[in-house]
Protein backbone atom coordinates (compact mmCIF):
# COMPACT_ATOMS: atom_id res chain seq x y z
CA UNK A 1 0.00 0.00 0.00
CA UNK A 2 2.57 2.43 0.78
CA UNK A 3 4.93 1.46 -2.38
CA UNK A 4 1.45 1.91 -4.38
CA UNK A 5 1.09 5.67 -3.31
CA UNK A 6 4.73 6.73 -3.38
CA UNK A 7 4.54 5.45 -7.55
CA UNK A 8 1.63 7.84 -7.56
CA UNK A 9 3.23 10.46 -6.35
CA UNK A 10 5.66 10.38 -8.05
CA UNK A 11 3.86 10.10 -11.54
CA UNK A 12 1.96 13.20 -10.14
CA UNK A 13 4.94 14.72 -9.86
CA UNK A 14 6.32 14.29 -13.58
CA UNK A 15 3.08 15.43 -14.86
CA UNK A 16 3.08 18.96 -13.06
CA UNK A 17 6.98 18.98 -14.23
CA UNK A 18 6.17 18.95 -17.70
CA UNK A 19 2.94 20.33 -17.95
CA UNK A 20 5.02 24.06 -16.19
CA UNK A 21 7.78 22.79 -18.59
CA UNK A 22 5.31 23.01 -21.43
CA UNK A 23 3.70 26.76 -19.94
CA UNK A 24 6.88 27.93 -20.05
CA UNK A 25 7.68 26.82 -23.19
CA UNK A 26 4.68 27.92 -25.00
CA UNK A 27 4.18 31.09 -23.50
CA UNK A 28 8.71 32.00 -23.40
CA UNK A 29 8.63 33.46 -26.93
CA UNK A 30 6.00 35.59 -27.28
CA UNK A 31 7.48 36.51 -23.97
CA UNK A 32 10.70 37.29 -24.96
CA UNK A 33 9.10 38.76 -28.52
CA UNK A 34 7.19 41.89 -26.54
CA UNK A 35 10.19 42.00 -24.62
CA UNK A 36 12.35 43.00 -27.44
CA UNK A 37 9.41 45.03 -29.06
CA UNK A 38 10.06 46.67 -26.09
CA UNK A 39 13.63 48.00 -26.63
CA UNK A 40 12.57 49.05 -29.96
CA UNK A 41 12.02 53.18 -31.15
CA UNK A 42 8.37 54.08 -31.30
CA UNK A 43 9.25 54.55 -34.67
CA UNK A 44 12.34 54.31 -37.35
CA UNK A 45 13.08 53.31 -41.17
CA UNK A 46 15.70 52.97 -43.13
CA UNK A 47 16.18 52.49 -47.01
CA UNK A 48 19.46 51.08 -48.40
CA UNK A 49 20.89 49.34 -51.57
CA UNK A 50 22.55 46.06 -52.04
CA UNK A 51 25.43 47.92 -53.90
CA UNK A 52 26.56 51.62 -53.64
CA UNK A 53 28.35 51.67 -56.36
CA UNK A 54 29.12 49.64 -59.51
CA UNK A 55 30.59 49.55 -62.94
CA UNK A 56 28.75 48.23 -66.27
CA UNK A 57 29.88 48.62 -69.63
CA UNK A 58 28.24 51.41 -72.30
CA UNK A 59 24.78 49.68 -73.32
CA UNK A 60 24.01 47.46 -69.91
CA UNK A 61 21.04 47.98 -67.63
CA UNK A 62 21.26 48.38 -64.66
CA UNK A 63 19.35 45.69 -61.74
CA UNK A 64 20.22 46.34 -57.48
CA UNK A 65 18.54 45.08 -54.92
CA UNK A 66 17.30 47.79 -52.31
CA UNK A 67 16.54 46.81 -48.58
CA UNK A 68 13.48 48.59 -46.77
CA UNK A 69 13.49 47.62 -43.19
CA UNK A 70 10.97 49.37 -40.56
CA UNK A 71 13.03 49.61 -37.08
CA UNK A 72 10.05 50.62 -34.97
CA UNK A 73 7.76 49.03 -32.83
CA UNK A 74 4.76 49.94 -35.06
CA UNK A 75 4.16 48.76 -38.53
CA UNK A 76 4.61 51.18 -41.15
CA UNK A 77 2.83 52.07 -44.88
CA UNK A 78 6.95 53.36 -47.06
CA UNK A 79 6.28 55.07 -49.27
CA UNK A 80 9.30 54.95 -52.27
CA UNK A 81 10.98 56.98 -55.30
CA UNK A 82 13.71 57.34 -57.31
CA UNK A 83 14.75 61.06 -56.67
CA UNK A 84 17.67 61.28 -59.05
CA UNK A 85 17.73 60.60 -62.51
CA UNK A 86 20.56 61.35 -64.52
CA UNK A 87 19.88 62.82 -68.03
CA UNK A 88 19.48 60.13 -70.84
CA UNK A 89 18.12 57.41 -67.77
CA UNK A 90 15.12 55.74 -67.36
CA UNK A 91 15.15 54.10 -63.49
CA UNK A 92 12.60 52.94 -61.25
CA UNK A 93 11.76 50.76 -58.14
CA UNK A 94 10.27 47.22 -58.90
CA UNK A 95 9.20 43.53 -58.15
CA UNK A 96 9.92 40.94 -60.17
CA UNK A 97 6.74 41.82 -62.57
CA UNK A 98 5.42 45.57 -61.61
CA UNK A 99 6.95 49.02 -60.49
CA UNK A 100 6.45 50.04 -57.13
CA UNK A 101 5.85 53.13 -55.51
CA UNK A 102 5.22 51.93 -51.76
CA UNK A 103 5.59 49.01 -49.58
CA UNK A 104 4.06 47.91 -46.08
CA UNK A 105 6.61 47.00 -43.93
CA UNK A 106 5.69 44.83 -40.07
CA UNK A 107 7.68 45.68 -36.90
CA UNK A 108 10.86 44.89 -37.18
CA UNK A 109 10.86 43.45 -40.24
CA UNK A 110 12.48 43.89 -43.99
CA UNK A 111 11.61 44.43 -47.55
CA UNK A 112 13.77 43.57 -50.30
CA UNK A 113 12.60 45.03 -53.53
CA UNK A 114 14.98 46.21 -57.12
CA UNK A 115 16.16 49.60 -58.53
CA UNK A 116 16.23 48.89 -62.23
CA UNK A 117 18.19 51.42 -64.34
CA UNK A 118 18.42 51.47 -68.10
CA UNK A 119 20.65 54.15 -70.12
CA UNK A 120 20.07 55.28 -73.76
CA UNK A 121 21.93 53.18 -76.49
CA UNK A 122 24.86 56.44 -77.32
CA UNK A 123 25.16 56.92 -73.03
CA UNK A 124 29.07 58.67 -72.74
CA UNK A 125 31.33 56.93 -70.39
CA UNK A 126 31.21 58.50 -66.94
CA UNK A 127 29.87 58.56 -63.30
CA UNK A 128 25.90 58.33 -62.83
CA UNK A 129 24.23 59.35 -58.85
CA UNK A 130 20.96 57.64 -58.52
CA UNK A 131 18.77 58.94 -55.28
CA UNK A 132 16.55 56.78 -53.52
CA UNK A 133 13.62 58.53 -50.57
CA UNK A 134 12.18 56.48 -48.58
CA UNK A 135 9.35 58.30 -45.98
CA UNK A 136 5.96 57.19 -44.08
CA UNK A 137 2.54 57.38 -45.02
CA UNK A 138 2.26 60.66 -42.52
CA UNK A 139 5.59 61.95 -43.62
CA UNK A 140 6.98 61.68 -40.89
CA UNK A 141 10.02 59.73 -40.79
CA UNK A 142 12.48 59.89 -44.14
CA UNK A 143 15.37 58.26 -45.41
CA UNK A 144 17.58 58.16 -48.32
CA UNK A 145 20.60 56.93 -50.25
CA UNK A 146 22.12 56.75 -53.30
CA UNK A 147 23.63 54.29 -55.97
CA UNK A 148 26.33 55.28 -58.35
CA UNK A 149 27.03 53.67 -61.65
CA UNK A 150 30.11 54.13 -63.22
CA UNK A 151 29.80 53.25 -67.37
CA UNK A 152 33.03 52.25 -68.73
CA UNK A 153 33.41 52.06 -72.82
CA UNK A 154 32.51 48.79 -74.25
CA UNK A 155 34.89 47.15 -76.48
CA UNK A 156 33.79 45.82 -79.82
CA UNK A 157 32.72 42.66 -79.68
CA UNK A 158 33.95 40.31 -83.10
CA UNK A 159 31.79 38.42 -84.44
CA UNK A 160 32.18 34.09 -84.06
CA UNK A 161 35.23 33.92 -85.53
CA UNK A 162 33.98 31.19 -88.05
CA UNK A 163 36.94 32.13 -90.69
CA UNK A 164 40.66 31.93 -89.74
CA UNK A 165 43.23 33.81 -92.27
CA UNK A 166 46.91 33.11 -92.59
CA UNK A 167 49.60 34.88 -94.25
CA UNK A 168 53.13 33.58 -93.78
CA UNK A 169 54.85 36.96 -95.14
CA UNK A 170 52.59 40.34 -93.74
CA UNK A 171 55.13 43.09 -94.43
CA UNK A 172 56.77 43.60 -98.07
CA UNK A 173 59.43 45.96 -99.18
CA UNK A 174 60.15 47.47 -102.63
CA UNK A 175 60.08 50.36 -104.80
CA UNK A 176 57.25 52.51 -105.20
CA UNK A 177 57.05 51.63 -108.56
CA UNK A 178 56.75 47.81 -108.19
CA UNK A 179 53.55 45.77 -107.72
CA UNK A 180 53.16 43.51 -104.60
CA UNK A 181 51.58 40.81 -103.78
CA UNK A 182 50.35 38.94 -100.72
CA UNK A 183 49.27 35.08 -100.13
CA UNK A 184 46.36 34.69 -97.92
CA UNK A 185 45.08 31.36 -97.09
CA UNK A 186 41.56 30.95 -96.15
CA UNK A 187 39.30 28.58 -94.01
CA UNK A 188 35.56 28.24 -93.51
CA UNK A 189 35.83 27.09 -90.04
CA UNK A 190 31.62 27.10 -89.63
CA UNK A 191 30.23 23.80 -90.77
CA UNK A 192 27.97 24.45 -93.57
CA UNK A 193 29.20 26.17 -96.63
CA UNK A 194 29.44 30.12 -97.00
CA UNK A 195 29.73 32.89 -99.34
CA UNK A 196 32.86 35.49 -98.10
CA UNK A 197 32.74 38.47 -99.39
CA UNK A 198 36.51 40.45 -99.63
CA UNK A 199 37.19 43.74 -98.96
CA UNK A 200 40.27 45.73 -97.97
CA UNK A 201 41.65 49.16 -96.98
CA UNK A 202 44.33 50.92 -97.92
CA UNK A 203 46.13 54.35 -98.14
CA UNK A 204 44.32 56.68 -100.73
CA UNK A 205 45.00 56.32 -104.22
CA UNK A 206 46.46 53.01 -104.16
CA UNK A 207 45.42 49.89 -106.33
CA UNK A 208 44.12 46.86 -104.51
CA UNK A 209 42.80 43.67 -105.64
CA UNK A 210 41.80 40.56 -104.82
CA UNK A 211 42.66 36.89 -107.50
CA UNK A 212 42.36 33.28 -107.06
CA UNK A 213 45.87 31.76 -106.78
CA UNK A 214 47.79 31.14 -109.97
CA UNK A 215 45.29 33.33 -111.68
CA UNK A 216 44.68 37.22 -113.44
CA UNK A 217 40.96 37.13 -112.72
CA UNK A 218 40.13 39.72 -110.39
CA UNK A 219 37.48 38.45 -107.48
CA UNK A 220 35.27 40.10 -104.87
CA UNK A 221 33.71 37.15 -103.15
CA UNK A 222 34.71 33.49 -102.25
CA UNK A 223 33.01 30.64 -102.04
CA UNK A 224 34.03 27.99 -99.24
CA UNK A 225 33.00 24.63 -98.36
CA UNK A 226 32.62 23.58 -94.27
CA UNK A 227 36.58 23.36 -93.79
CA UNK A 228 37.82 24.18 -96.67
CA UNK A 229 41.11 26.18 -97.59
CA UNK A 230 41.62 28.44 -100.49
CA UNK A 231 44.65 30.11 -100.81
CA UNK A 232 43.72 33.99 -101.91
CA UNK A 233 46.01 36.28 -103.25
CA UNK A 234 46.30 40.34 -102.50
CA UNK A 235 47.89 42.18 -105.47
CA UNK A 236 49.06 46.02 -104.87
CA UNK A 237 50.10 48.92 -106.58
CA UNK A 238 51.33 51.99 -104.60
CA UNK A 239 50.31 55.75 -105.89
CA UNK A 240 53.10 56.24 -108.25
CA UNK A 241 53.71 59.80 -106.14
CA UNK A 242 53.88 58.02 -102.70
CA UNK A 243 56.81 58.72 -100.32
CA UNK A 244 59.13 56.64 -99.02
CA UNK A 245 57.25 55.08 -95.64
CA UNK A 246 55.50 52.15 -94.24
CA UNK A 247 52.09 51.76 -95.20
CA UNK A 248 48.97 49.97 -93.56
CA UNK A 249 46.33 47.41 -95.57
CA UNK A 250 43.25 45.76 -93.71
CA UNK A 251 41.69 43.19 -95.52
CA UNK A 252 38.88 41.59 -94.42
CA UNK A 253 36.82 38.40 -95.11
CA UNK A 254 33.35 37.98 -93.95
CA UNK A 255 29.83 35.99 -94.05
CA UNK A 256 26.34 36.84 -92.40
CA UNK A 257 27.98 34.21 -89.52
CA UNK A 258 31.37 35.35 -89.04
CA UNK A 259 34.94 37.19 -90.28
CA UNK A 260 38.24 37.46 -90.15
CA UNK A 261 40.52 40.05 -90.92
CA UNK A 262 44.59 40.34 -91.12
CA UNK A 263 47.10 43.46 -91.40
CA UNK A 264 48.93 43.55 -94.06
CA UNK A 265 52.25 46.50 -94.18
CA UNK A 266 54.36 47.88 -97.55
CA UNK A 267 57.72 49.26 -96.90
CA UNK A 268 58.06 51.81 -100.33
CA UNK A 269 61.66 52.20 -100.38
CA UNK A 270 60.96 54.89 -103.42
CA UNK A 271 61.75 54.70 -106.60
CA UNK A 272 65.19 54.36 -107.82
CA UNK A 273 65.82 55.47 -111.42
CA UNK A 274 69.43 57.09 -112.74
CA UNK A 275 70.38 59.33 -115.61
CA UNK A 276 73.65 59.81 -117.62
CA UNK A 277 74.85 61.61 -120.34
CA UNK A 278 76.92 64.74 -121.33
CA UNK A 279 76.00 68.29 -121.56
CA UNK A 280 76.01 68.87 -124.83
CA UNK A 281 74.49 65.28 -125.84
CA UNK A 282 77.83 64.44 -127.81
CA UNK A 283 78.61 60.92 -126.81
CA UNK A 284 81.97 61.20 -129.03
CA UNK A 285 85.62 62.62 -128.84
CA UNK A 286 89.06 62.32 -130.11
CA UNK A 287 91.84 60.48 -129.08
CA UNK A 288 95.80 60.14 -129.56
CA UNK A 289 97.15 56.49 -129.05
CA UNK A 290 98.90 56.43 -126.04
CA UNK A 291 97.74 60.14 -124.76
CA UNK A 292 94.78 60.88 -122.42
CA UNK A 293 92.04 62.40 -123.70
CA UNK A 294 89.08 63.95 -120.89
CA UNK A 295 85.13 63.90 -121.33
CA UNK A 296 82.68 65.36 -118.62
CA UNK A 297 79.62 63.61 -118.20
CA UNK A 298 76.45 63.71 -116.03
CA UNK A 299 74.66 61.40 -113.02
CA UNK A 300 71.55 61.91 -111.57
CA UNK A 301 68.76 60.51 -109.24
CA UNK A 302 65.89 60.47 -111.15
CA UNK A 303 63.93 58.69 -108.72
CA UNK A 304 62.50 58.87 -105.45
CA UNK A 305 64.81 56.93 -103.69
CA UNK A 306 68.60 58.19 -102.44
CA UNK A 307 71.24 56.00 -104.01
CA UNK A 308 74.25 54.67 -102.17
CA UNK A 309 77.69 53.54 -102.79
CA UNK A 310 77.37 54.60 -106.16
CA UNK A 311 80.18 53.52 -108.46
CA UNK A 312 81.63 53.64 -111.80
CA UNK A 313 82.77 50.67 -114.13
CA UNK A 314 84.06 50.75 -117.97
CA UNK A 315 84.72 48.90 -120.88
CA UNK A 316 87.01 49.35 -122.94
CA UNK A 317 89.62 47.65 -125.70
CA UNK A 318 92.53 45.72 -124.59
CA UNK A 319 95.48 47.91 -122.83
CA UNK A 320 93.17 50.70 -123.01
CA UNK A 321 93.01 52.58 -119.66
CA UNK A 322 90.21 54.34 -118.36
CA UNK A 323 90.12 56.53 -115.38
CA UNK A 324 87.21 58.09 -113.22
CA UNK A 325 87.19 61.40 -111.07
CA UNK A 326 85.82 61.12 -108.54
CA UNK A 327 86.25 57.45 -108.60
CA UNK A 328 83.26 56.95 -106.62
CA UNK A 329 79.84 58.57 -105.15
CA UNK A 330 78.86 57.83 -101.50
CA UNK A 331 75.53 59.54 -101.79
CA UNK A 332 73.32 60.71 -104.50
CA UNK A 333 70.12 62.39 -103.57
CA UNK A 334 66.79 62.25 -105.32
CA UNK A 335 67.42 64.99 -107.90
CA UNK A 336 70.34 65.31 -107.40
CA UNK A 337 73.03 65.47 -110.20
CA UNK A 338 77.09 65.24 -110.19
CA UNK A 339 79.75 65.66 -112.56
CA UNK A 340 82.10 63.43 -113.29
CA UNK A 341 85.15 63.58 -115.31
CA UNK A 342 86.85 60.38 -117.61
CA UNK A 343 89.72 60.43 -119.19
CA UNK A 344 90.51 57.30 -121.77
CA UNK A 345 94.35 56.76 -123.04
CA UNK A 346 94.39 54.38 -126.01
CA UNK A 347 96.81 51.46 -126.24
CA UNK A 348 100.33 52.81 -127.55
CA UNK A 349 99.37 50.25 -130.30
CA UNK A 350 96.23 51.28 -131.26
CA UNK A 351 95.44 51.48 -134.90
CA UNK A 352 93.91 54.86 -136.46
CA UNK A 353 90.23 53.98 -136.11
CA UNK A 354 86.75 54.24 -134.11
CA UNK A 355 86.82 52.27 -130.49
CA UNK A 356 83.74 51.79 -128.38
CA UNK A 357 84.21 52.34 -125.23
CA UNK A 358 81.59 51.46 -122.36
CA UNK A 359 81.12 53.88 -119.19
CA UNK A 360 78.64 52.15 -116.50
CA UNK A 361 77.11 54.27 -113.43
CA UNK A 362 76.04 51.32 -110.90
CA UNK A 363 74.20 51.53 -107.26
CA UNK A 364 72.98 48.20 -106.15
CA UNK A 365 70.49 47.00 -108.39
CA UNK A 366 70.09 50.12 -110.84
CA UNK A 367 72.41 51.49 -113.06
CA UNK A 368 73.20 52.95 -116.23
CA UNK A 369 75.54 52.87 -119.03
CA UNK A 370 76.47 55.19 -121.88
CA UNK A 371 78.03 54.40 -124.76
CA UNK A 372 80.96 56.77 -126.31
CA UNK A 373 82.87 56.72 -129.98
CA UNK A 374 86.54 56.89 -129.31
CA UNK A 375 88.13 57.83 -132.80
CA UNK A 376 92.31 57.36 -132.12
CA UNK A 377 94.41 59.81 -134.86
CA UNK A 378 97.91 59.53 -135.13
CA UNK A 379 100.11 62.05 -133.13
CA UNK A 380 101.22 65.28 -135.25
CA UNK A 381 104.71 64.10 -134.05
CA UNK A 382 104.31 61.56 -137.12
CA UNK A 383 103.00 63.45 -140.03
CA UNK A 384 105.61 65.99 -139.85
CA UNK A 385 108.25 62.84 -139.70
CA UNK A 386 106.07 61.92 -143.32
CA UNK A 387 106.21 64.89 -144.37
CA UNK A 388 109.96 65.56 -143.38
CA UNK A 389 110.34 61.38 -145.76
CA UNK A 390 108.35 63.11 -148.68
CA UNK A 391 110.32 66.37 -149.03
CA UNK A 392 114.05 64.24 -149.13
CA UNK A 393 112.59 61.48 -151.40
CA UNK A 394 111.69 64.88 -153.76
CA UNK A 395 114.79 66.44 -152.99
CA UNK A 396 116.39 63.04 -154.05
CA UNK A 397 114.78 62.82 -156.66
CA UNK A 398 115.98 66.09 -157.87
CA UNK A 399 119.06 65.24 -157.36
CA UNK A 400 119.74 62.28 -159.38
CA UNK A 401 117.44 64.50 -162.19
CA UNK A 402 120.26 66.95 -162.12
CA UNK A 403 123.33 65.36 -162.30
CA UNK A 404 122.25 61.87 -164.90
CA UNK A 405 120.38 64.49 -167.20
CA UNK A 406 123.23 66.39 -168.34
CA UNK A 407 125.33 63.28 -169.11
Known amino acids: MTIRKQGCSFLFG ?13 TGTPVAGEEKKKNLPARGISVSPEYTGVIISQGDDVSIDVIITNRGRRDENIDLKVTSIPEGWKAWIKTYSFGVTGVHVESDKSKSLTLRAEPKEDMAPGSYTFGIDARTADGKLTSQSRVVVTVKEKKKEKKVKGINIITSYPVLKGPTDAKFEFSLEVENKLDKDSIFNLTSKGPENWEINFKPAYEDKFISSLRLKAGQIQTVAVQVKPYPLATPDQYPIQVKVSSAEAEGDASLTIVLTGTYKLDAGTASGLLSLDAIRGKKANLSFFIQNSGSGTLNNMQFLSIAPENWKVEFSPEKADV ?22 DYSVGITAQAGRVSKTIELRVTVKASTAWGWIGVGIIVLVLGG ?5 IRFGRR
Open 332 to 353: LAPEQLKQIEVSITPSDQALVG
Open 397 to 401: LVFLF
Open 14 to 26: ALVFIAIAGLVIV
